[in-house]
């Protein structure tokens, strides 16, 4: 069974910076798709990017221009660069792996908290 370890996150002030790293524990297909979510209280869970195999990026409008996806195939690892991080984007923060074959992955969760 593939786990998703997330790591990162944390309290930052308005206008900082964060990275969340996220490992499988085993093998990632290419054709698999990797990405984040987001869910803040009271709120539903929502898409903030997401990563093929080919590095073809797709961003949140919120995000846009201010986060950054990327990933390593030969970890088996997805990060998100997110800069200039602002008090809206305060909320637990989740990977996860779409599947070609097989049932969706997720991480385990992370904090992210923006407030100065």
């Known amino acids: 069974q593939v786990r998703l370890v997330q790591s990162g996150g944390g309290l930052v002030q308005p206008g900082g910076s964060l990275r969340l790293s996220c490992a499988a524990s085993?093998?990632?297909?290419?054709?698999?798709?990797m990405g984040w979510y987001r869910q803040a209280p009271g709120k539903q869970r929502e898409l903030v990017a997401t990563i093929t195999g080919g590095s073809r990026t797709n961003y949140a409008d919120s995000v846009k221009g201010r986060f950054t996806i990327s990933r390593d195939n030969a970890k088996n690892t997805v990060y998100l660069q997110m800069n200039n991080l602002k008090p809206e984007d305060t909320a637990v923060y989740y990977c996860n792996v779409a599947r070609v074959v097989g049932t969706p992955l997720w991480g385990q969760g992370t904090q992210v908290t923006v407030s100065s």
């Open positions: 085993g093998s990632i297909f290419s054709l698999d798709v």
